[in-house]
């Protein structure tokens, strides 16, 4: 096993509030440890063309409480391919960048994954995504200052919904996880989430409409996860067949990406990235950095990738019973 002295650093995929924590902390401790840091602008494709420069620890100063990636990042369809991930891997030789630290989701860990295997690159990963869908991890880098984003719109459409009576359907972020959808239901007081983990029939979300109204809520709140029919859809259809309602759609989208991370996620991308140094210090190899209970974990590449997240049952339990 080869000595590490200098590590590249880059984020891939979509962005998440608390990367540029994540990336000043994977720079300091590894300049901490006498390990230089060398930064990959815009992500795997950065690897491949070449935009890599060296980081002091001044390049990450004052960057913490700042929302989206200072190294930026891009989706990259040339890593995909097996030329262009030698490409990538010539330039880690021309820079003499002995091991990565990528910070992403699931693509991002899945290309490390395929890129360690085929040169045998030690890689450490941080999960960097607000959909919290990794396996391994309570908590993804991103995910609290989202859900808390989501939470502050929905209580001011709420203010609108009771204003004027109306039934709004809100859309949110989540790709194939519900995470943010059913957690974000709970915070605000909607009446339900419709998750792809759990199948909602639009006749069940029509008599959960009918209850609630005729219990006398003067206003209905649904929170939707993205994918699927979608919040426009399951208005279109509550409309037909409730035309009395004032029915009206929200969707949040790219507003839940940005914005200075919570404390939460700085912290967390802080403790991640530290543990980032000290596994490839520690010989670690193809790990996504996990918090399971407060205490980091390190989780093989295969199982963060592969693995479904369960959404906690409990959870939806405790909408379905608050929601009467």
């Given at each position: 096993m080869y000595k590490i002295n200098c590590i590249g650093i880059l984020t891939s995929g979509g962005d998440a509030p608390g990367m540029n924590a994540a990336i000043r902390a994977v720079t300091r401790?590894?300049?901490?440890?006498?390990?230089?840091?060398?930064?990959?602008?815009?992500?795997?494709?950065?690897?491949i063309t070449g935009n890599i420069t060296e980081f002091k620890t001044q390049n990450v100063s004052n960057i913490i409480q700042q929302g989206g990636t200072i190294l930026k990042t891009a989706r990259c369809t040339e890593f995909m391919t097996k030329e262009g991930r030698q490409a990538a891997y010539d330039n880690m030789r021309r820079e003499?960048?002995?091991?990565?630290?990528?910070?992403?989701?699931?693509?991002?860990?899945?290309?490390?994954?395929?890129?360690?295997?085929?040169?045998?690159?030690?890689?450490?990963?941080?999960?960097?995504?607000?959909?919290?869908d990794?396996?391994?991890?309570?908590?993804?880098?991103?995910?609290?200052?989202?859900?808390?984003?989501?939470?502050?719109?929905?209580?001011?459409?709420?203010?609108?919904?009771?204003?004027?009576?109306?039934?709004f359907f809100i859309e949110v972020m989540g790709r194939d996880a519900g995470f943010l959808a059913l957690n974000s239901a709970l915070a605000t007081g909607c009446e339900t989430a419709v998750i792809p983990e759990k199948q909602t029939s639009v006749e069940e979300l029509e008599d959960l409409i009918r209850n609630g109204f005729r219990k006398s809520k003067n206003s209905s709140m649904v929170i939707v996860a993205e994918g699927g029919?979608?919040?426009?859809?399951?208005?279109?259809?509550?409309?037909?067949?409730?035309p009395e309602y004032d029915v009206r759609v929200s969707i949040l989208?790219?507003?839940?990406?940005?914005?200075?991370?919570?404390?939460?996620?700085?912290?967390?991308?802080?403790?991640?990235?530290?543990?980032?140094?000290?596994?490839?210090?520690?010989?670690?190899?193809?790990?996504m950095i996990g918090i399971v209970?407060?205490?980091?974990?390190?989780?093989?590449?295969?199982?963060?990738?592969?693995?479904?997240?369960?959404?906690?049952?409990?959870?939806?339990?405790?909408?379905?019973?608050?929601?009467?």
């Open positions: 401790a590894a300049i901490f440890n006498n390990v230089k840091v060398k930064a990959i602008y815009h992500g795997y494709k950065g690897l003499e960048i002995d091991a990565l630290v990528v910070i992403g989701g699931d693509g991002t860990l899945t290309g490390a994954r395929i890129f360690a295997q085929e040169f045998e690159v030690p890689i450490v990963g941080l999960p960097g995504t607000i959909d919290n990794l396996w391994g991890t309570d908590s993804t880098i991103g995910y609290d200052t989202a859900l808390n984003t989501i939470m502050q719109a929905v209580d001011k459409i709420r203010d609108t919904a009771t204003s004027h009576e109306r039934l029919v979608g919040a426009q859809g399951l208005a279109e259809r509550v409309k037909q067949n409730f989208g790219h507003i839940q990406r940005g914005g200075s991370p919570s404390a939460y996620d700085r912290i967390l991308a802080s403790r991640m990235g530290v543990a980032a140094i000290d596994a490839l210090l520690d010989e670690q190899r193809n790990v209970n407060d205490e980091i974990v390190n989780v093989p590449f295969s199982k963060a990738i592969k693995d479904d997240k369960q959404i906690g049952e409990d959870r939806i339990n405790v909408l379905q019973i608050l929601s009467i």
